[in-house]
T-cell receptor, first 113, second 109 residues
């Protein structure tokens, strides 16, 4: 089934540890995004990539990095996790055409202790 | 940037109609989206408006007024399965999508 796959689905992490959330899409979409979702704050954009080889900062990029080596993969790395990064992380992709709706992965629930 | 406001919660009865309003302020408007999100699940696309007017899709309709920075999502013939969070999102000229905090709709029997 075509779509977006995120891994892991859930992770508990000690503060200070490095963590990479993986995201792979098989729809050949140009654009990919990482959002975090927190109660009462909604979805906030962390980083995005309009095409392979390019990335950009979103609304809340501090403490996170991304890379886009190819069309399909868009990993999100927390270099040194802090408790405020406890959240649900959603990866999404879109074809930047007329509608350009986002397709979301199932989310990765991260708890930093 | 975007400033997107929508009510936090709404409650309605099964079979009724509910209207969720969304107001926004944006630099470089390039479309407005509505997404549905059930608890513990990913958001799913409901509707898209880029021109003024009403877009109808079955029991769901979405309206946009660009001059007023205003949209609404209309849910008709409410069903229990419509209990979810509804997210208003605005796309800018760089194709970045910014979301409101979401409106939780509870449908009661």
């Amino acid at each position: 089934i075509a779509g977006i796959t995120q891994a892991p689905t859930s992770q508990i992490l000690a503060a200070g540890r490095r963590m990479t959330l993986r995201c792979t899409q098989d729809m050949r979409h140009n654009a990919m995004y990482w959002y975090r979702q927190d109660l009462g704050l909604g979805l906030r954009l962390i980083h995005y990539s309009n095409t392979a080889g390019t990335t950009g900062k979103g609304e809340v990029p501090d403490g996170y990095s991304v890379s886009r080596a190819n069309t399909d993969d868009f990993p999100l790395t927390l270099a040194s996790a802090v408790p405020s990064q406890t959240s649900v992380y959603f990866c999404a992709s879109s074809e930047q055409g007329e509608t350009g709706e986002l397709f979301f992965g199932e989310g990765s629930r991260l708890t930093v202790l | 940037g975007q400033n997107i406001d929508q009510p936090t919660e709404m409650t309605a009865t099964e079979g009724a109609i509910v209207q969720i309003n969304c107001t926004y302020q944006t630099s470089g408007f390039n479309g407005l989206f509505w997404y549905q999100q059930h608890a513990g699940e990913a958001p799913t696309f409901l509707s898209y408006n880029v021109l003024d007017g009403l877009e109808e899709k079955g029991r769901f309709s979405s309206f946009l007024s660009r001059s007023k920075g205003y949209s609404y999502l209309l849910l008709k013939e409410l069903q229990m399965k419509d209990s979810a969070s509804y997210l208003c999102a605005v796309r800018d000229s760089n194709y970045k999508l910014s979301f409101g905090a979401g409106t939780t709709v509870t449908v009661r029997a």
